[in-house]
């Protein structure tokens, strides 16, 4: 089966659901997966990461995190260990130190905060 010409291509051992399709291709198109080939299918794209003999696993999603409590910390450190670690999305908490989030303007620094730093999904929690 011919597939349309992907933004990046990853080969390796395939996680899908119970089972590991081993020597299989992710293709991502707009940064959502387009499409999960076996070895024997052709394919073309952009960039083709070639992880063979390694497992290709889903992103971690982190469920609470408080980038801002820490001195120096930030948005930028938080994430960049994230994804260090497999995390692709951050959901970070309204309490932070010294102060959390109260307000509509605190909000909108917050947010402009996360677009600017961090180098994984985020959300907030209000």
């Not at 299989?24 to 707009?30: A, M, N, Q």
């Not at 971690?60 to 994430?79: K, Q, R, T, W």
């Not at 970070?92 to 109260?102: F, H, Y």
């Amino acid at each position: 089966m011919n597939h349309p010409i992907s933004d990046l291509a990853v080969t390796g051992n395939i996680l899908f659901g119970n089972r590991v399709i081993e020597g299989g291709t992710i293709l991502v198109s707009g940064e959502k997966i387009s499409g999960i080939v076996v070895q024997a299918e052709s394919f073309q794209s952009r960039t083709h990461i070639r992880a063979d003999g390694k497992y290709v696993l889903p992103g971690m999603i982190d469920s609470h995190v408080h980038s801002l409590s820490y001195p120096g910390e930030g948005f930028f450190n938080s994430s960049r260990s994230a994804a260090a670690g497999g995390v692709t999305t951050m959901i970070d908490m309204p309490v932070d130190a010294p102060e959390g989030i109260a307000t509509p303007e605190s909000l909108r620094k917050k947010i402009a905060l996360v677009q600017e730093e961090s180098v994984v999904d985020g959300a907030l929690v209000g």
